[in-house]
């Protein structure tokens, strides 16, 4: 990234634990190395310091908040709630619960950074719900904002697909929270052109895009690396699939497709957020060989996968938003230099080009799912120089040069020149 001119502080929020938010630690990591102060602050405590100097973290939370709630009484909770969301408890059930979500709400993205918010020259926001923590500090002391966007929010579930609680009060609810940011924001910025799309189309302005391509100065070695962790035979087939459980993706269906593959062949989920399809298919015919719960800090992610055999991209055409994603995990896959077996999603096809790195499959069915494996696992070595040449293509340092001229655009704006409202070239 080109070093800043003239260097200051800039503060990123996100809700997550920085160790599972790859894209705002990329980020963070390149401002630091730029010369900036760059400062995180984390939604929830990341388990391990795994960040370098160049970047300071300042968390808002441990990694749970039980508030001395029984296991009874969560699940209780959460039948209430799931009832009152579907719309089972009439409009009073809906109400109450449309009253404490607004105050969770508040309490989580609001209040509790009361305090925490340092002064600074520039906010980025990776979740638009922390705009209100930092409107009037940055307003205050003439600081900008820059929004970026992992999703189109508004478009990861159609609204068939959701609760009426969902449907009728939250979402235009958070639809307008990220609607007045957008509008607000010095900046805005997303992963994808198909998402910069559909975002210009909602709010009237297009962002900048910045893949989430793989940062390999970043990368630290790890001693027990993802084979070594599951114990597996040097014969066995390892396949991994790379990112935190989202809605739009066919695990079942990539899950009975091992079941349809010698028993030699695994698969390994690397990420969160998948108990409920641990739980639901403990009793797969499968289920020995699916290994769940393996998840690495971000700077770790691509030595530990590297001596698997295939990556899966296992996205589906689910959403407006699925349609058009571009995520860490593919990058991942082809940064650790491994065989890509995908379903046909734009984004992903453009960012490979005529490489031949794999199998591109209309549909993730299980049978095309299983004899695409296959035949990617008896030619990894035909594949790999392919996959290797797009992984030189895929380097954060294209996307670090466009983060560099926006922020640098963005920090020395001078007062009353209008913002861009067009992405920066």
Same mark, same amino acid.
């Given at each position: ?79 209430? %709630? @799931?009832? $009152? ?5 009439? &409009?009073? +059930?809906?109400? !109450? #619960?449309?009253?404490?979500?607004? =105050? ?77 940011? %957008? @509008?607000? $924001? ?5 992963? &994808?052109? +198909?998402?910069? !799309? #559909?975002?210009?189309?909602?709010? =009237? ?80 015919? $499968? ?139």
């Amino acid at each position: 990234m080109t070093p800043s001119c003239a260097c200051g502080t800039i503060v990123s929020l996100t809700p997550l634990p920085l160790e599972a938010d790859s894209r705002t630690f990329r980020i963070a990591s390149s401002l630091g190395e730029a010369g900036w102060r760059s400062i995180v602050i984390e939604g929830r405590t990341s388990r391990a310091e795994f960040w370098e100097n160049a970047v300071e973290v300042r968390s808002l939370g441990p990694q749970a908040i039980r508030c001395g709630i029984t296991s009874s009484s969560r699940r209780a909770r959460g039948a209430a %709630v @799931a009832m $009152a969301r579907s719309g089972r408890l009439g &409009s009073v +059930g809906e109400l !109450a #619960l449309y009253l404490g979500f607004r =105050g969770w709400e508040w309490w989580r993205h609001c209040w509790r950074l009361r305090g925490c918010i340092p002064t600074a020259d520039l906010y980025y926001l990776h979740s638009f719900e922390f705009h209100r923590a930092v409107a009037s500090t940055a307003a205050r002391n003439g600081a900008r904002i820059i929004y970026d966007a992992h999703d189109f929010y508004r478009g990861i579930e159609a609204p068939e697909r959701q609760a009426a609680f969902d449907r009728n009060r939250a979402g235009p609810f958070l639809d307008a929270l990220e609607a007045r940011l %957008v @509008a607000a $924001a010095d900046a805005t910025v997303t992963v &994808s052109d +198909g998402i910069a !799309a #559909l975002m210009e189309r909602t709010f =009237g302005r297009r962002p900048t895009v910045l893949r989430n391509c793989h940062d390999e100065r970043l990368d630290q070695a790890i001693e027990v690396d993802l084979r070594k962790s599951l114990s597996l035979a040097p014969g066995d087939r390892l396949c991994v699939v790379v990112g935190n459980r989202k809605p739009g993706m066919a695990v079942d269906s990539v899950v009975d497709a091992l079941a349809m593959l010698p028993t030699r062949f695994h698969l390994a989920f690397v990420g969160r957020r998948y108990e409920a399809d641990r739980e639901r298919l403990r009793r797969h015919p $499968a289920a020995s060989r699916v290994h769940f719960g393996r998840h690495v800090a971000p700077n770790q992610v691509v030595p530990f996968i590297r001596t698997a055999d295939l990556g899966l991209v296992i996205y589906e055409p689910y959403s407006a938003n699925y349609r058009y994603a571009l995520p860490n995990g593919f990058f991942q896959v082809i940064a650790a230099g491994l065989p890509l077996v995908r379903g046909a999603l734009p984004e992903i096809e453009a960012a490979i080009g005529r490489h031949p790195v794999g199998a591109r499959l209309d549909r993730l069915d299980s049978p095309s799912l299983a004899a695409a494996i296959l035949h990617c696992a008896e030619d990894t070595a035909g594949l790999r120089p392919a996959v290797a040449t797009l992984a030189r293509e895929l380097r954060w340092q294209t996307e670090s040069l466009r983060l560099s001229r926006l922020v640098n655009e963005v920090a020395h704006r001078p007062p009353g020149v209008p913002r861009q409202t067009e992405a920066v070239a």
